[in-house]
């Protein structure tokens, strides 16, 4: 392929030119492209955010006070203990005290809105902490978008665009950072067994889903019925690797028993079956927003939200409150689920025109183009080519599966919420450029047999 003799050819180049020097492999770090993706990112931090000013919300201190205990068995039925435990184990290698956000006192210095933060130079070693993960991130992320990407030099510029356009977020005190880290690093994973499949991966991609994105975010539990998909189909379309999707299917079925044992663990805590309880509080908001509450089973419920004068913000703080007093948490949890459960079909439909009517927030419109476009050309694939665009379908169904949970599960859908797949749709952009290079420059049998080994 072009791109594949164009690097091979500069590579020989370099080792020429490092053996001439007499610098050895020294050298050929120097010349990879990795490395300077690297050098300019560092040097860009260097030299305009040495000292970024962190980031918190108001769940900043449900991670950051977090006090989940694995290993005598005690959890939080509100979060999940990755965040909590890469806070503490900064706090362990530093030294240094707590990060609390709390309302300033007189004569504190507020960084915002009379909100005062301690343990800033704590903050400053969570963004080191966070950033070297982002930038080691872009290593496997290269190496990926150089299979997939045929273009010379694309996979080096985007790998620079995204490492750059995220760098700012690394700044922030709560899961959103290593989120993205861990979704591209993820999708690097299911590139790397598309391409070369293998047990170790097969096994890896779902070890990773688990103990590094579940319980990091809730949110990632969409991941399970994606990977079930994904190693069905491969196992049944896919007589190449059979043995290894088979081995997909067992480390799944692992890590779900491994999820109920989490659940049981906050069960026997908390009295709650469940990995996360955050999102009854959201379910609860979009539920007397909607007026689908009254659709509930319990007339008490209904009768005290009719009654209630509701708030103009979407977060209805006081009537959730009020809610939660009277008739307990456990029981407000039962009749959001129940409602949801009765009324499920409406309440799918209301996503999705939420994502509709919100889509001025996250920019929908280019979203939608772009996947009305791909489904013509995977439609076309499966015609033409009678294979399965793989990599397209995997993209799109972990992108767009992301954004829906975003607004199933939350009523407040803040951007930052489908901040970890951006990357994924920035990729899907730019096999588009790719693409449009190949047929302007490649010829016709070698652009078909480049899209057949990328789709």
């Given amino acids: 392929m072009e791109q594949q003799s164009f690097l091979n050819e500069l590579k020989t180049k370099v080792e020429n030119r490092c053996a001439l020097w007499r610098v050895g492999w020294l050298g050929q770090v120097v010349c990879s492209p990795i490395f300077w993706i690297e050098a300019l990112l560092i040097v860009y931090v ?32 509100y979060r999940t203990p990755a965040y909590p435990y890469f806070i503490r184990t900064i706090y362990t290698i530093t030294g240094a005290e707590p990060i609390e956000v709390r309302l300033a006192q007189p004569g504190e210095e507020a960084i915002s809105n009379h909100v005062f933060l301690s343990g800033r130079k704590t903050c400053l070693y969570v963004f080191y902490a966070q950033l070297a993960i ?20 694309l996979p080096f510029f985007l790998t620079l665009f995204i490492g750059y356009a995220f760098l700012d977020k690394q700044a922030w005190i709560i899961t959103e950072p290593l989120a993205i880290s861990a979704s591209c690093q993820f999708f690097c994973l299911m590139i790397f067994y598309w391409k070369r499949p293998s047990h170790i991966l ?7 889903a688990l103990f590094i994105m579940i319980m990091l975010r809730p949110a990632f539990l969409i991941l399970l019925p994606l990977l079930a998909g994904f190693w069905i189909a491969r196992l049944i379309l896919s007589s190449s690797d059979r043995l290894k999707s088979l081995t997909g299917i067992v480390a799944l079925a692992f890590i779900v028993a491994l999820l109920a044992g989490y659940c049981e663990l906050n069960r026997r805590n908390h009295d709650n079956f469940a ?36 708030e103009d913000d979407v977060l209805q703080n006081k009537i959730r409150a009020q809610l939660i007093e009277q008739f307990g948490f456990k029981g407000m949890q039962q009749f959001a689920s129940k409602t949801i459960k009765d009324n499920f079909i409406s309440y799918f439909i209301l996503t999705f025109k939420r994502m509709y009517w919100e889509m001025s ?51 407040n859908a803040y951007p930052r919420l489908i901040l970890p797949v951006l990357p994924i749709f920035y990729i899907i952009v730019a ?25």
């Fill in 46 to 77: 260097a030299l305009v955010m040495s000292n970024p000013l962190p980031i918190t919300t108001d769940d900043t201190n449900s991670y950051t006070l977090n006090q989940v205990d694995l290993m005598n068995g005690y959890t939080d039925v």
């Fill in 431 to 455: 096999r588009y450029i790719d693409m449009t290079l190949g047929a302007l420059t490649q010829k016709r049998s070698e652009f078909i047999e480049h899209l057949k080994t990328t789709a």
């Fill in 275 to 310: 990995i996360s309880s955050v999102s009854v509080y959201n379910q609860i908001d979009i539920l007397i927003n909607s007026d689908l509450y009254k659709k509930g089973s319990n007339p008490e419920i209904i009768s005290l939200i009719d009654s209630m004068e509701r």
């Fill in 361 to 411: 927030v996250y920019h929908f419109e280019l979203y939608y183009i772009t996947l009305a476009v791909d489904f013509v050309l995977i439609a076309l694939f499966w015609i033409v080519f009678r294979a399965v665009p793989w990599l397209r379908l995997t993209a799109w169904l972990y992108f767009f599966s992301m954004l829906f949970i975003s607004f199933f599960a939350v009523q």
């Fill in 202 to 208: 097969a096994t890896g991609i779902n070890l990773f």
């Fill in 134 to 153: 982002w930038l080691l991130t872009l290593i496997p992320l290269y190496k990926a978008l150089r299979l997939i990407l045929n273009a010379p030099c």
